[in-house]
């Protein structure tokens, strides 16, 4: 891909800004979800974004004023800017060769307007903490983490206040700023410590990946004079290699978005990201009930209450620890509105402790229901799955209003699951499935549509499940 045209400064209110120019980005996203990602890509930012070959990335062109949106993308886990694009590298056929092939591109690549994004980004996230910073008072002892706090249904544009903050370039004036100022100053007079990361996917090549990363890297290091550090970096630069495909990039996140609302973590929790694509799987409209029945630490409706204000979750678990979790998950989000300066501390979301097979709800009164379902791996066992996976339907049916109630349920234990769903046939149908990486399993996220009969009436509503020599309950506490 071409760079572009550079940027060009001009004076505005005695400071010098730069002209927006284009650049490509790309993004890491759970496999199997780049098309999910790809449609809010489109969405939030009005750019069409391509699907690589590789599976779990997607690129897409953005104009620099646009890069604060980009972090409040939630179906991507990580961000970089691309410095150049191959589709079909030749790659030499010896080692030797191959090798001096990168050391000799280091030199010739665009890097321009890629490290100006890259300063640019930068500059972004240390004005966003300054703001938080200044919002957030001198911490308290407080009863937060482990006490329940009274939870409104208020719903609330959480994204929109925080695009206005973000997109918000003054800065007040005081001390704390001018000495960050003459520290920054400081900083820019020293070489920059950088690291090289290569991934890399394919067997045609002569080489490994730490091959390349250390030739490429003692290349770029030798153009810019920056000092190699493998821990303590500045920049990173990612040479991704699939097959004959070669991008090179400079990352914009320090760690993974999927973690970014999550601090009381379970045995199996799901990552931020998955849930999103799950839940945008479920096209959640205004006034929606949604349900997760096995909230497990609340990562589902978490993102749910957050994207989409004007519905309301319900998230519940047999295991008092799981409901502890998502309750401490919730009051971190609940903490951060207000140390943020939100004027409204409600959430559209609830919580309780409850048996999934005998839910505490009116028949046919929830819209959609979205769960992570036990695998059989570390929590539970395929055997109990047989007993579990159909009671489970059949509740979900019952609470789920007949022609318009939809499911959308991960799970790994897919002969079980179908299985399970041929015997419910009378109760929900099956739109398609989305096959994803989980932890390096191959799992599918199932989504359901609800058939227009009414529950009582099919045959499916009075047939017994299979018994397994384990209690039903025993199989529930086992999800946990």
């Given at each position: 891909?071409?760079?572009?045209?550079?940027?060009?400064?001009?004076?505005?209110?005695?400071?010098?800004?730069?002209?927006?120019?284009?650049?490509?980005i790309?993004?890491?996203?759970?496999?199997?979800f780049?098309?999910?990602?790809?449609?809010?890509?489109?969405?939030?930012?009005?750019?069409?974004?391509?699907?690589?070959?590789?599976?779990?990335?997607?690129?897409?062109?953005?104009?620099?004023?646009?890069?604060?949106?980009?972090?409040?993308?939630?179906?991507?886990?990580?961000?970089?800017?691309?410095?150049?694009?191959?589709?079909?590298?030749?790659?030499?056929?010896?080692?030797?060769e191959?090798?001096?092939?990168?050391?000799?591109?280091?030199?010739?690549?665009?890097?321009?307007?890629?490290?100006?994004?890259?300063?640019?980004?930068?500059?972004?996230?240390?004005?966003?903490?300054?703001?938080?910073?200044?919002?957030?008072?001198?911490?308290?002892?407080?009863?937060?983490?482990?006490?329940?706090?009274k939870?409104?249904?208020?719903?609330?544009?959480?994204?929109?206040?925080?695009?206005?903050?973000?997109?918000?370039?003054?800065?007040?004036?005081?001390?704390?700023?001018?000495?960050?100022?003459?520290?920054?100053?400081?900083?820019?007079?020293?070489?920059?410590?950088?690291?090289?990361?290569?991934?890399?996917?394919?067997?045609?090549?002569?080489f490994?990946?730490?091959?390349?990363?250390?030739?490429?890297?003692?290349?770029?290091?030798?153009?810019?004079?920056?000092?190699?550090?493998?821990?303590?970096?500045?920049v990173?630069?990612?040479?991704?290699?699939?097959?004959?495909?070669?991008?090179?990039?400079i990352?914009?996140?320090?760690?993974?978005?999927?973690?970014?609302n999550?601090?009381?973590?379970?045995?199996?929790?799901?990552?931020?990201?998955?849930?999103?694509?799950?839940?945008?799987?479920?096209?959640?409209?205004?006034?929606?009930?949604?349900?997760?029945?096995?909230?497990?630490?609340?990562?589902?409706?978490?993102?749910?209450?957050?994207?989409?204000?004007?519905?309301?979750?319900?998230?519940?678990?047999n295991?008092?620890m799981?409901?502890?979790?998502t309750?401490?998950?919730?009051?971190?989000?609940?903490?951060?509105?207000?140390?943020?300066?939100?004027?409204?501390?409600?959430?559209?979301?609830?919580?309780?402790?409850?048996?999934?097979?005998?839910?505490?709800?009116?028949?046919?009164?929830?819209?959609?229901?979205?769960?992570?379902?036990?695998?059989?791996?570390?929590?539970?066992?395929?055997?109990?799955?047989?007993?579990?996976?159909?009671?489970?339907?059949?509740?979900?049916?019952?609470?789920?209003?007949?022609?318009?109630?939809?499911?959308?349920?991960?799970?790994?234990?897919?002969?079980?699951f179908?299985?399970?769903?041929?015997?419910?046939?009378?109760?929900?149908?099956?739109s398609?499935?989305?096959?994803?990486?989980?932890?390096?399993?191959?799992?599918?996220?199932?989504?359901?549509?609800?058939?227009?009969?009414?529950?009582?009436?099919?045959?499916?509503?009075?047939?017994?499940?299979?018994?397994?020599?384990?209690?039903?309950?025993?199989?529930?506490?086992?999800?946990?």
């Amino acid at each position: 891909m071409s760079e572009g045209t550079g940027p060009v400064m001009s004076a505005s209110e005695g400071e010098e800004v730069p002209q927006p120019f284009s650049v490509t980005i790309g993004a890491t996203v759970p496999t199997g979800f780049e098309h999910t990602a790809a449609e809010e890509v489109h969405e939030k930012i009005g750019a069409v974004a391509r699907v690589s070959k590789d599976r779990g990335r997607i690129y897409f062109e953005i104009t620099t004023d646009n890069l604060p949106k980009v972090h409040h993308l939630k179906s991507v886990d990580n961000l970089f800017v691309v410095v150049e694009y191959y589709e079909n590298y030749h790659f030499k056929d010896s080692k030797e060769e191959a090798l001096l092939d990168f050391q000799e591109l280091a030199p010739t690549l665009p890097w321009t307007n890629a490290l100006e994004v890259w300063k640019m980004n930068n500059s972004f996230k240390k004005k966003r903490s300054r703001r938080r910073g200044a919002a957030t008072s001198k911490p308290k002892p407080s009863s937060d983490a482990s006490d329940p706090v009274k939870l409104q249904v208020e719903p609330d544009a959480l994204q929109e206040k925080e695009e206005q903050e973000d997109a918000c370039a003054e800065q007040e004036t005081n001390p704390q700023t001018e000495q960050d100022s003459e520290m920054q100053e400081q900083a820019e007079n020293k070489p920059l410590k950088f690291r090289v990361t290569c991934n890399r996917a394919g067997d045609k090549h002569s080489f490994t990946s730490n091959d390349a990363a250390r030739d490429f890297g003692g290349a770029v290091q030798e153009f810019f004079q920056w000092k190699a550090d493998m821990t303590k970096f500045d920049v990173e630069v990612l040479l991704n290699i699939h097959n004959n495909e070669v991008v090179i990039g400079i990352a914009l996140t320090e760690e993974s978005l999927h973690r970014r609302n999550i601090t009381h973590f379970g045995p199996t929790t799901l990552r931020s990201t998955l849930a999103y694509g799950m839940l945008r799987l479920c096209k959640p409209q205004v006034s929606d009930v949604i349900v997760d029945p096995m909230c497990g630490t609340g990562a589902i409706p978490l993102e749910g209450v957050i994207e989409w204000t004007h519905s309301f979750f319900l998230s519940g678990d047999n295991h008092d620890m799981a409901v502890s979790r998502t309750v401490n998950n919730i009051n971190h989000i609940v903490k951060r509105r207000k140390d943020g300066g939100s004027a409204s501390l409600g959430l559209p979301i609830d919580t309780a402790q409850w048996d999934l097979c005998h839910l505490p709800m009116r028949t046919s009164s929830v819209d959609i229901i979205t769960t992570d379902m036990p695998f059989g791996k570390r929590m539970g066992s395929k055997k109990k799955n047989w007993d579990l996976y159909p009671s489970c339907l059949r509740e979900m049916a019952r609470v789920c209003r007949p022609g318009t109630g939809r499911a959308v349920v991960l799970t790994q234990d897919k002969k079980c699951f179908q299985k399970a769903l041929v015997r419910m046939s009378g109760l929900w149908r099956k739109s398609h499935t989305v096959w994803v990486n989980v932890g390096g399993l191959h799992a599918g996220v199932f989504v359901l549509r609800r058939t227009g009969a009414n529950f009582g009436t099919t045959p499916e509503d009075v047939r017994e499940p299979y018994t397994a020599p384990e209690s039903q309950e025993e199989d529930v506490q086992d999800k946990v």
